[in-house]
């Protein structure tokens, strides 16, 4: 049987290229963690770069995949065309195989050939291919090798057919192999339509994509061979199953028949409305996947990034469902469907299926109360544009309705594209840069750059030295507190010297080192290093480019030199404070997942010695009694006396066996895992490069200092254990017992106590708050009598006495009630500043009476500004010698804007 179904046709391609002796690779994060260059993961062979770079060693050769991958800018760019496309999409699954090295072109050529015609059964019939014009090795395996008719076997150029990663370095030709839907599928009315012609004709559909990495490209663009070659292949999974299930449009496939099917049943919608909304239906399908997708990896919405791409399809999703009948929040409910469609092959998306709908159903809500402000703001400008007889929308008007009223600008163009305008997208982009570079600041690279040239030279002058290996330098942190090892070179100044005096501050590199390095949260160690009639303090460690350890010291005495045989000594006890933290950290993670659920997760740590910090996506302040059921939980765990397991193994065993994976780290095939408890039944069991305690005993006790925000959705939790436990429990008992005896009480009745205090405050405060009101009151029977009339309507303008702002609004409310009709203009000095204050009754305000224009009238007089409603305005200044003379010219002003 061949494979039919969406998941059949996953599955039999990554069997397929198994029995080709590649490796099974799972999908990395759709944050491209390893290239800083890429927005998201746009291709299956983004997780590979650095080893065709040749800067990573895989203990393979070939690898299969099935990549999430996301397409919403730069030159992969798919958005514009989602929706009215019947096969572009932003999310989608890029089935690949690579070789490292191993094979080429002509097995790359069969193994696709092959997996086409016999495995999922296509009419080869159908098939054409193109090469690039000059690869005659590439034309000769299709035509002779794979006994392809010539006439179907395409040369063509660059802009179809050659690859490059960047202006320089590994590129290469590429052949692609395209569908013939027929020509009854012909949507360019070319009598001669073909493949050659390359005009998006409906007709022909790009299944599969060779790169051969062939050739190294310098700055001159001058080519030569690569000394070894690499072989990255692509294949859209929607395409394939489009194809196999003969449906030339994407949405029509089992990938997206559910979701489509689940939007339908929500509506209510009959199959002919579906049809005449199906723009709006590709749109929500596709988004509610990239969504789902997204937050499965661990993003939220923002204002930049892959926040930026989150909040973009939630919203323009959301916009088109107001189109098709939707009036609520939806798109987390097609989510679900998402999640029930793809959650066997991927299984963060159930796991993570309640953050999911809350996170998509947040930012809903939030989009729906500034939309509709927006899209007056948009009407408006679009009106000017009309009265001016110009059909363009300035690039920096569409940034402000993002910026200021968050609308993205994908969203802005699709408006103003169904009312035939267009958008300025290179003024918008400018827009946004100006405003980049003035938030944030400008990075200097030129700086990073000299640093990395200067790490770079250092290690490669230690290897023609021979002092270091390929590999670089050896740690290993898990073992010995001290070592003995060799004094490979001294960085001082960005140079490399032999030797270096008492008093200074240098960078020691040795031939192996057991410091920890700062990663995953934990800090580095320090320690000394021991030289004969020498020592150093060692401040920290790190590694600047790979290979390469540098032990940031100070020489306390003696002279150090190259080649000398040195003992090194980490600080044990600090060491050891540290990894009561660290380990303290995975049983605080496994009590929050056990208290709401597995959808939380780790989203970012520190594990110092004196204190660990845990944030951790969470959408609400955690109660006391939350915060109480959380340290039972650890200290609970602490006092069982579980045993802590390290043990390296393949990821996907260690994954398959329920090993927490922290989103955003890179981890190789081969981890490192931590179980907290039995084997069978662990309590906590995560990947984890850190070290830890052998028994969580010896954490000695865990005490939670402090619960609060870090950010929209991310909560923190800091802590402390053994001997900080220990301090920090001592200081507060002892601050317990000094309250206790200044309050007079037993510490045990000092709550009590402090609830007495706070009463007796409340009730002095009520009474003074009585006291205010009846003054103010007063204050208002005086003045009412001052009043006069303008222009037929009662004002009343004086200067009065007032704590704040609060009780100045209250008094000319009591004045505008007494008056019935009239306007109300109050002055008053307020924390050594002058303040006005407005306010019209509304028969007044269709008069032509306005508070707002009132204050912001009068203000400049007190050298301030302000402004407000027509029924109730204030304003502020700094001049507060000047507040009678604003007075004094109010009524005049009323004057001017009544009509007499």
């Not at 000394?227 to 496939?253: A, C, F, H, W």
């Not at 205090?757 to 103010?776: C, F, G, V, W």
Request: net charge negative.
């Amino acid at each position: 049987m061949h494979p039919t179904t969406s998941e059949q046709i996953r599955q039999a391609f990554l069997d397929y290229f198994e029995e080709q002796r590649h490796q099974r690779v799972p999908s990395s994060s759709l944050i491209p963690y390893n290239d800083d260059t890429l927005l998201l993961t746009n291709a299956g062979m983004v997780q590979f770069k650095d080893v065709f770079l040749g800067l990573e060693k895989r203990p393979y050769t070939r690898a299969t995949t099935s990549q999430k991958c996301m397409r919403v800018s730069g030159k992969h760019n798919d958005l514009e065309n989602v929706g009215p496309s019947p096969r572009h999409h932003t999310f989608f699954e890029m089935l690949g195989n690579f070789s490292f090295g191993d094979y080429f072109k002509r097995d790359a050529s069969r193994f696709a050939y092959e997996f086409l015609t016999t495995v999922v059964n296509l009419d080869h019939d159908r098939l054409v291919y193109t090469v690039y014009k000059d690869d005659d090795e590439a034309f000769a395996i299709w035509t002779q090798y794979m006994g392809i008719d010539p006439d179907r076997v395409y040369r063509m150029d660059d802009k179809t057919n050659f690859w490059s990663m960047g202006d320089v370095g590994p590129c290469g030709p590429t052949s692609e192999i395209h569908y013939d839907w027929g020509a009854e599928a012909c949507t360019c009315g070319d009598p001669d339509c073909s493949v050659l012609l390359d005009n998006g004709c409906d007709r022909w559909l790009e299944i599969w994509n060779l790169v051969f990495m062939q050739f190294n490209q310098d700055a001159t663009g001058k080519r030569t061979p690569l000394p070894k070659t690499g072989v990255d292949t692509g294949m859209g999974l929607e395409r394939i199953v489009s194809v196999v299930q003969n449906t030339p449009v994407n949405y029509d496939n089992d990938l997206f028949v559910p979701i489509m099917a689940h939007l339908q049943a929500l509506l209510g919608h009959s199959d002919a409305q579906r049809r005449q909304y199906q723009v709006g239906y590709r749109v929500i399908a596709d988004h509610a996947r990239a969504a789902a997708f997204l937050v499965a990896d661990g993003v939220r919405p923002g204002a930049n990034g892959p926040g930026y791409v989150l909040r973009m399809v939630i919203r323009r999703a959301h916009r088109f469902g107001r189109k098709i009948g939707f009036t609520e929040p939806f798109i987390a409910r097609v989510c679900d469907a998402v999640i029930t469609k793809m959650g066997n092959v991927y299984p963060e998306l159930p796991q993570r299926r309640k953050w999911i709908e809350t996170i998509v159903t947040q930012e809903e809500e939030q989009f729906i109360v500034t939309l509709d402000r927006a899209l007056v703001e948009l009407e408006r400008a679009l009106a000017e544009l009309d009265a001016r007889g110009v059909r363009i929308l300035a690039g920096k008007t569409a940034f402000d309705l993002k910026s200021t009223h968050g609308l993205p600008f994908e969203v802005t163009r699709d408006i103003c594209q169904e009312r035939g305008y267009t958008v300025d997208e290179a003024g918008y982009l400018q827009a946004d840069a100006t405003h980049r570079r003035t938030s944030q600041g400008r990075l200097n690279e030129a700086i990073y750059a000299q640093g990395s040239e200067v790490y770079t030279a250092a290690f490669a002058a230690l290897q023609r030295r021979g002092f270091l290996p390929d590999s670089g330098i050896r740690q290993d942190p898990y073992g010995s507190h001290s070592r003995t090892t060799q004094l490979l070179g001294i960085l001082a100044h960005d140079k490399l010297v032999e030797t270096v005096a008492a008093g200074q501050e240098v960078d020691l590199i040795l031939a192996e080192t057991p410091f920890y390095i700062e990663s995953g949260g934990q800090v580095s160690d320090t320690g000394e290093i021991e030289g004969e009639n020498w020592r150093a303090e060692v401040l920290n460690v790190r590694r600047p480019i790979p290979g390469l350890i540098l032990h940031r010291a100070r020489i306390q005495g003696g002279r150090a030199q190259v080649g000398a045989a040195v003992t090194v000594h980490v600080d044990s006890r600090r060491r050891w404070d540290i990894m009561r933290n660290h380990t303290a950290t995975h049983l605080l993670h496994r009590a929050l997942r056990n208290l709401f659920g597995e959808h939380v997760e780790q989203a970012g740590s520190l594990v110092a010695p004196d204190r660990l910090r845990f944030d951790f996506r969470y959408d609400a302040a955690l109660t006391g009694d939350e915060l109480r059921q959380i340290t039972d939980s650890v200290n609970e765990a602490i006092l069982s006396h579980y045993p802590v397991h390290i043990q390296s193994k393949p990821l996907a065993e260690a994954l398959q066996e329920g090993a927490t994976a922290l989103f955003g780290e890179k981890y190789g095939d081969i981890v490192r895992t931590v179980r907290v408890g039995s084997e069978d039944n662990p309590w906590s069991y995560e990947l984890c490069g850190g070290t830890h305690v052998e028994n969580t005993s010896q954490i000695g006790s865990f005490i939670i200092t402090g619960e609060g925000s870090v950010s929209a959705g991310v909560r923190r939790i800091e802590a402390v254990t053994g001997f900080g436990a220990e301090a920090y429990a001592l200081d507060h008992i002892s601050t317990l017992e000094h309250i206790a005896r200044e309050l007079h009480v037993s510490p045990q009745t000092v709550p009590q106590k402090v609830q007495e205090l706070q009463d007796h405050l409340s009730a002095m405060n009520r009474e003074l708050q009585k006291l205010r009101q009846q003054l103010i009151a007063q204050q208002a029977r005086e003045v009412v009598a001052k009043a006069v009339d303008v222009a037929g309507v009662p004002v009343i303008v004086t200067r009065v006495q007032a704590a704040n702002v609060h009780d100045l609004r209250i008094m000319a409310d009591d004045l505008r009630s007494k008056l019935g009709s009239g306007i109300v203009v109050l002055g008053a000095v307020l924390n050594d500043k002058p303040m006005l204050l407005a306010a019209t009754t509304k028969d007044v305000v269709q008069r032509g009476a306005h508070a707002g224009n009132l204050v912001k009238a009068l203000a400049p007089i007190i050298g301030g500004g302000g402004g407000g409603r027509p029924d109730m305005a204030q304003a502020g200044g700094r001049d507060i010698g000047k507040l009678d003379a604003a007075l004094a010219a109010a009524t005049a002003t009323i004057a001017q804007q009544l009509p007499s």
